[in-house]
């Protein structure tokens, strides 16, 4: 398996409070993903960064943000959270755009 | 936008026959296709990709063929056998991102 662990695995949180969910890589890839998986919505990209600090916007990135400060972390936030968000949320990583694609083991947020 | 169309949406097959999933995707720009598995509380696992400079690609009961002039490719399980059962995404992407766009899933199931 490839080296992607996140953090919290489970979390059960309360309409308008702040959460974050962290990656971490023992890869050292360039390229890390935040996707949330819905029911009949398949896999949907929320953001994605591609280097230390470089960062840009997914198909679903309302409401999200995310920050990367170090090359093995990727850390994404619900600055307030909403029951819309309530979702299973993967992370992904990437050496380069022409490499293969490997995800960690997911994240269950719920939103009360 | 780009989109990626995934079909069947469930399968099911009798262990020992073979189980195929169509994909068709929009963006001509299109180079890499990857397919994954995803078990039940768990993130979905690379099993194989293919590159627009190829046509086909095997490995062991698994295969993956591609139709750049038709935009579709399809993976193929040969001698299915109950562990296949699981839920199946293909993807694709293109450009400098490599930002991957997924079908919907096939739930496969294999019958003993």
């Known amino acids: 398996d490839a080296g992607i662990t996140q953090s919290p695995r489970h979390k059960v949180t309360e309409t308008g409070t702040p959460v974050t969910l962290r990656c971490h890589q023992t890869e050292n890839h360039r390229y890390m993903y935040w996707y949330r998986q819905d029911p009949g919505h398949g896999l949907r990209l929320i953001h994605y960064s591609y280097g230390v600090k470089d960062t840009d916007k997914g198909e679903v990135s309302d409401g999200y943000s995310v920050s990367r400060s170090k090359t093995e972390d990727f850390l994404l936030t619900l600055e307030s959270a909403t029951s819309s968000q309530t979702s299973v949320y993967f992370c992904?990583?990437?050496?380069?755009?022409?490499?293969?694609?490997?995800f960690g083991p997911g994240t269950r947020l719920t939103v009360l | 936008g780009e989109n990626v169309e995934q079909h069947p949406s469930t399968l099911s097959v009798q262990e020992g026959d073979s189980a195929v999933i169509k994909c068709t995707y929009s963006?001509?720009?299109?180079?890499?296709f990857p397919w994954y598995k995803q078990e039940l509380g768990k993130g979905p696992q690379l099993i194989i990709d293919?590159?627009?400079?190829?046509g086909e690609k095997k490995d062991q009961r698994i295969a993956v063929t591609l139709n750049k002039t038709a935009k579709h490719f399809s993976l193929h399980i040969t001698e299915t056998q109950p562990e296949d059962s699981a839920v199946y995404f293909c993807?694709?992407?293109?450009?400098?991102?490599?930002?991957?766009?997924f079908g919907q899933g096939t739930t496969l199931q294999v019958k003993p």
């Open positions: 963006d001509s720009a299109s180079n890499y």
């Open positions: 993807g694709s992407s293109s450009g400098n991102t490599g930002k991957l766009i």
């Open positions: 992904a990583i990437r050496r380069d755009p022409e490499a293969s694609e490997f």
């Open positions: 293919i590159r627009s400079n190829v």
